[in-house]
Every structure is written in C-alpha cells, then in structure tokens.
C-alpha cells in the first residue's frame, strides 16, 4: 500500500499543511489496519509496562486538539485540561475509543485547512510557562507527534497480540 504522502493527493494545499495532513491520514490508516481488531481488553492491556493502544489513541487526538489551539492562539479550556488528566483511563468501549479518535483526526484535518500559509512564522506560546514556537512549528509537531504516537500504539498491537498467542510465531 502507498503512503498518503506517495499518493498524489492534496495538491491543492501548500506543502507544509499537505505534510501534516497526510501525516494525519497515515495515521488514521495505520490505527485502523494494526489496532482495529483489538478487543477492549486488548487496547487497554499495558504488555512490559508499556501505555496501552488506548492510551495512545486517546493521546493522539488529545494532544492535536491542544497544539492546535495553540496555534490557533488560543490557550486551553478547562475541559481540555480535564481530558489532558484523563488520557490514561481505561480505553472503556471500543466503539466509544474509535469514535472519539476519528472524530478528532477529522476535526484536526479540518483545522490544519484553516490555518492559512501566511501565518506560519507568527510568534505563539505553548503552555502555562508560554514556551516560544510558531504556528508552522505546532504544524510540524503535530505531524511528528502524531506519528511517534501512532509508532507506539503499533508496537503495542503487536506486542498484545502476540501475547495472545502464546509462544507461537507471528
């Protein structure tokens, strides 16, 4: 299968939203292909000590909502900060887990659209302590972010399904 980046598409959005979006999109296929067929069990399980695949899901779209509205220049809001606490509880239903994750990879796709080229180099903060970025800098980081998470919660698919398993061979 072709990655999203190799795919040709997008040509209508300048090259850095184009990158996180199809970082997005890489994302979106790879959560669905490694970590779809999880049972509840399976995505909060926490192999080795490891954060579960709930965890990262969670994590993932969580933290696109919160670079986001920093680059937005906005700071966040208290129901934000909540969430931000409650990334590590239980992945509860499986339907509730996957929903909230598309939810906010398309919620993000959209926003990353509305950010307009010309703003990349605007000063933003990050943060209480108002860390110095720019908008094009919390673009970036939501593209790499976004994939260290996704590298994570496939290793762990892997891992808990293996375990599954016993001692066969994948």
Avoid: N
Wanted: net charge negative; aromatic share 4%.
């Amino acid at each position: 299968m072709v990655e999203p980046w190799l795919r040709g598409t997008l040509t209508e959005v300048d090259t850095v939203r184009r990158g996180v979006l199809h970082a997005l999109e890489l994302a979106r296929e790879d959560v669905a292909l490694w970590c779809g067929g999880l049972t509840e069990e399976e995505l909060d399980a926490r192999p080795f000590a490891l954060p579960s695949v709930g965890f990262q899901m969670r994590h993932m779209v969580r933290s696109l909502d919160r670079l986001l509205t920093y680059a937005e220049g906005r700071q966040l809001d208290d129901e934000q900060l909540a969430s931000l606490k409650s990334e590590m509880d239980s992945a509860g239903r499986r339907e509730d887990l996957f929903g909230e994750f598309e939810r906010g990879i398309e919620s993000a796709m959209q926003r990353v659209r509305a950010i307009a080229p010309t703003d990349y180099e605007v000063a933003r903060g990050v943060g209480r302590k108002m860390l110095p970025t720019s908008v094009g800098g919390l673009l970036v980081h939501c593209a790499d972010h976004t994939q260290r998470h996704v590298g994570q919660a496939v290793t762990t698919a892997k891992v808990v399904r293996q375990a599954g398993r016993g001692t066969e061979a994948v």
